[in-house]
């Protein structure tokens, strides 16, 4: 699936990847915070909702960077 094998496109990438771990690493901690106190269940539905579509395209960029291997 990898599509460009230019070293700036894969730094790139690599970075976005990154990007996206830290902000799902930090909403682990926030639903975690949000679960620890009675309240806004409608925050803590739409914090997961977020954490899906990043772990989606979390998933998506490692497929980028991982080469295409002949068949």
């Known amino acids: 699936m990898n599509a460009s094998t230019d ?7 690599a970075m976005r990847l990154l990007e996206l771990q830290q902000e799902h690493r ?4 926030a639903i975690a915070g949000l679960q620890a106190a009675p309240g806004d269940d409608l925050a803590v539905k739409r914090l997961k909702k977020r954490k899906l579509q990043l772990k989606d395209c979390i998933a998506r960029l490692e497929s980028a960077l991982i ?3 002949p068949a």
Request: proline share 14%; hydrophobic share 35%; charged share 45%.
């Open 7 to 13: 070293p700036t496109e894969l730094a790139r990438i």
């Open 26 to 29: 930090d909403l682990d901690v």
């Open 67 to 69: 080469p295409d291997e």
